[in-house]
């Protein structure tokens, strides 16, 4: 009786070619499935990244006419508005308000100031955006606006990345009829404008101050009606 063994070296395997081709078709296949939910996520962050620079840009709105709101009425020169417009066209305006404001950080009533600082070769330690002074006991004429820098102790940085401040007062029945430099008692209302770069994954601090194209800004305008 014979008998027949199967040698072992008889079975067949799959060659590196076979697993080269097997990988590549699997990788293909999972990009496919995935490639979707790629975009999808994508889109996700871009609309978040956008709604969150235009709710930074509505919160620092809420927070100047929180402060607006609490100007003290009685004064005779309780606003003032100086009208400056920086290289490129964008409005850097300062607004100086006599408020009570202050007392939320415990300190005396008294001025105000918003200002935008671009900093500069003199001031490189001056991370640009809107900026905030407190002047306790002083009146809007009384302070120095431009003698104000970012890199002052007393500065306080509300929104960094923003190189437009827009601040107009309303002089008709249409909304056209605007008025930049003002000085004196509260009006009916206020235009303000803050601009902002739009996101630029290039730059460290995720804002970009070099182009002065206004379409790459992020705007944000709104009238606020003093009570």
């Given amino acids: 009786m014979t008998i027949s063994r199967i040698c072992p070296y008889n079975r067949h395997g799959f060659t590196l070619v ?20 790629v975009v999808t996520v994508r889109r996700v962050v871009e609309t978040q990244t956008e709604y969150e620079d235009i709710s930074a840009l509505s919160r620092t709105m809420n927070f100047i006419a929180r402060d607006l709101n609490s100007a003290m009425r009685l004064s005779s020169n309780v606003i003032t ?13 300062t ?36 900026y905030r002074w407190i002047f306790p006991g002083k009146m809007p004429n009384a302070v120095k606006a431009d003698n104000l820098k970012g890199d002052d102790p007393e500065a306080q940085l509300v929104l960094p990345g923003v190189n437009e401040f827009n601040v107009e007062i309303p002089t008709g ?12 008692q509260m009006p009916v209302g206020m235009y303000i404008k803050i601009g902002r770069k739009k996101n630029d994954t290039g730059n460290n601090n995720g804002y970009s101050l070099q182009n002065n194209d206004k379409d790459n800004l992020d705007e944000l305008e709104r009238f606020i009606v003093f009570p």
């Fill in 81 to 93: 508005i100086v009208d400056h417009q920086a290289l490129g066209g964008h409005d850097e305006d």
């Fill in 18 to 37: 076979e697993i080269l081709v097997a990988v590549m078709l699997t990788g293909m296949l999972t990009t496919l499935a995935l490639a979707p939910v």
């Fill in 95 to 130: 607004l100086m308000i006599m408020s009570t404001a202050p007392t939320f950080q415990n300190q005396p009533s008294g001025t105000l100031v918003y200002k935008v600082e671009a900093g500069g070769i003199m001031h490189n330690n001056t991370l640009p955006g809107l």
């Fill in 173 to 184: 029945s249409h909304e056209e009829d605007r008025r930049k430099d003002y000085s004196g």
